[in-house]
């Protein structure tokens, strides 16, 4: 089975821009979970979906948001983006939502400058 | 809701040696508690998980122990190699907030030939 996969796996863009990631689970994978992973603040979870629905959201601003699609793939946009915004977002997939093991995608290495 | 600290931040062993590293979490709810690894500028990889049922599991040269009592749990990697070099996260999982996975800050293994 090909594993997660997520697009695109660098980008550039400058403050106050949106941007939107692309994550593709494991097939017949239905829970996307979506982190950011910095130096100072490790890896802090943001959402998950599952069936196309949100299912639960960590504590970040409203600037982050998230999507699932019937095909179980996912998109997560952060909107007015900060310096601060600067991060490694990983999202990783799970056959069902809940504590099941979850397998991690490359990742999407973000830079705002 | 629930808070994952992990110790010690750095471990240095010589090949051969065994390497430990514990992590103790808030909740007592916690059901589900994963060990990733993740090498420079990879994803993170599952190497082994525990249930909350289940005091021990061993695979290989890696083991985890859950304590729950105590609420911790430990990593323990026996006979290290040069390849077992990287970041070890420690993960709990949490429903009662919505946190989902909250992972502890890491622990960077350095295995010296």
């Known amino acids: 089975k090909a594993g997660v996969t997520q697009t695109p796996r660098y980008l550039i863009k400058t403050r106050g821009q949106q941007v939107t990631l692309s994550c593709s689970p494991i097939?017949?994978?239905?829970?996307v979970s979506w982190y950011q992973q910095t130096p100072g603040q490790g890896l802090q979870f943001l959402f998950e979906?599952?069936?196309?629905?949100?299912?639960n959201k960590g504590n970040f601003p409203g600037r982050f948001s998230g999507r699932q699609f019937s095909n179980s793939r996912s998109e997560m946009n952060v909107s007015t983006l900060e310096l601060g915004d600067s991060a490694l977002y990983l999202c990783a997939s799970s056959l069902v939502a809940g504590p099941e093991t979850q397998y991690f995608g490359p990742g999407t290495r973000l830079l705002v400058l | 809701g629930e808070n994952v600290e992990q110790h010690p931040s750095t471990l240095s062993v010589q090949e051969g040696d065994s390497a430990v590293i514990k992590c103790t979490y808030s909740d007592s709810a916690s059901n589900y508690f994963p060990w990733y690894k993740q090498e420079l500028g990879k994803r993170p990889q599952l190497i082994i998980d525990?249930?909350?049922?289940?005091g021990e599991k061993k695979d290989q040269r890696i083991a985890v122990t859950l304590n729950k009592t105590a609420k911790h749990f430990s990593l323990h990697i026996t006979e290290t190699q040069p390849e077992d070099s990287a970041v070890y996260f420690c993960a709990a999982w949490e429903d009662n907030y919505g946190q989902n996975f909250v992972f502890g800050p890491g622990t960077r293994l350095s295995v010296l030939p």
């Open positions: 525990i249930r909350s049922n289940v």
């Open positions: 979906y599952f069936s196309e629905t949100q299912r």
């Open positions: 097939s017949g994978h239905r829970s």
